[in-house]
């Protein structure tokens, strides 16, 4: 039986493309597998059976340690002849997009990244992703008999999955790697995870210098959420790009975004677009992050910020 393919490094990530793969499965009258790769990738195995995979192939073969790139695209170009599998899902993050050329190179696959809507048409897929740097939605088809996606997270919900049998398998795979690591090094300022975060502090070009970005920080503090940012301000190096919320960094769904000094140009606001609740303050009542705040202050930032702060405290 040929199968549809999912995995994505963050386990949560590939059960939302487990469960809505196994809606494209059924009405393909295709299996769905997952592979879990790397050191512990066995714990994740319940999980995304609970998500719907029929199989979870299972390595945590050495050559994975470190995920690198060319033995995991390696991996799961052997998983997927092993499943059969036609099509392949995969998350969009910086690894699921390098993994994607890699891995589609290896099955003589066409390849679609940053996708933020795929559907079945007739039988076939039709994947949507921003183009012309957010301004417009490019709709497009793989032609090859093998295609591989990279869809971004929480594009999909595992929340009441059909479960699948969850049947483990460990592959016997032919890995090796040409990349040697010669030092990790801890990110500045500690790595954040904005794809999942409850609560987001948006930051923009409102704050006149990088000092005064510790207003952000006290606001997100008091409501106990993470900030994000605007590109230009990791342009100007003021906060790293693991911050960018948009285009070019993640795409958030939180239940409250406060986006501050933020014009609310496309290419950030399509990061934000699917929050629950979004509150905006910012000095220009015209600003276009107000057409799609549900509650906005106009007013300086300088002076709105600590009020709120002082406010929140207070209950
Ligand atoms: C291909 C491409 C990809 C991109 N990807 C991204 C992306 O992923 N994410 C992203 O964010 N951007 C992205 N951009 C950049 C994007 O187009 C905008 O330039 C950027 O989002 C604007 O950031 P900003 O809102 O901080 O700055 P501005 O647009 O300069 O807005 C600053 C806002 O602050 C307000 N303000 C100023 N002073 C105060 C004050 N004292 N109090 C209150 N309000 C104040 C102003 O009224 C203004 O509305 C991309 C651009 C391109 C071309």
Redo the contacts with the bound molecule.
């Keep these: 039986m040929a199968d549809l393919l999912v995995y994505s490094e963050k386990t949560q990530t590939a059960c939302e493309l487990a469960a809505k793969g196994r809606e494209f499965a059924q009405a393909l009258g295709l299996g769905v597998s997952a592979a879990a790769l790397g050191e512990g990738a066995a714990a994740a195995a319940p999980e995304l059976g609970a998500a719907g995979a029929d199989r979870v192939f299972v390595s945590e073969d050495p050559a994975l340690a470190g995920w690198p790139a060319d033995a995991v695209a390696a991996a799961l170009a052997q998983i997927a002849a092993e499943a059969g599998a036609t099509v392949v899902l995969l998350g969009s993050t910086r690894r699921g997009k390098e993994l994607a050329g890699r891995l589609a190179e290896k099955l003589g696959a066409g390849a679609v990244t940053d996708v933020n809507a795929l559907e079945l048409e007739g039988g076939e897929f039709v994947a949507a992703r921003y183009a012309f740097?957010g301004a417009t939605i490019a709709r497009e088809k793989v032609a090859s008999d093998v295609r591989v996606f990279a869809i971004m997270p929480k594009t999909f919900s595992n929340e009441g999955a059909s479960p699948g049998a969850g049947t483990v398998i460990t592959p016997a795979l032919q890995l090796a790697t040409g990349m040697k690591v010669v030092e990790r090094r801890a990110k500045e300022g500690g790595a954040v995870s904005l794809d999942a975060a409850p609560r987001i502090v948006g930051v923009?070009?409102?704050f006149g210098k990088k000092e005064d970005l510790a207003l952000g920080e006290e606001l997100a503090a008091a409501l106990e959420a993470v900030v994000g940012c605007?590109?230009?301000?990791a342009d100007f190096q003021w906060l790293g790009e693991d911050r960018?919320?948009?285009?070019?960094?993640a795409k958030t769904s939180p239940d409250l975004y406060v986006g501050v000094?933020?014009?609310g140009?496309v290419?950030?606001t399509v990061?934000v677009a699917s929050a629950k609740l979004i509150a905006a303050?910012?000095?220009?009542k015209e600003?276009p992050i107000f057409q799609m705040a549900d509650y906005g202050i106009v007013g300086?930032?300088?002076e709105v910020v600590p009020a709120v702060i002082e406010r929140l405290k207070a209950v």
Aim: aromatic residues 4%; positive net charge; glycine residues 24%.
């Design positions: 740097g923009g070009r409102g605007t590109k230009s301000l960018i919320i948009g285009l070019s960094g000094g933020i014009s140009q290419q950030h990061g303050i910012n000095k220009d600003a300086d930032l300088y």
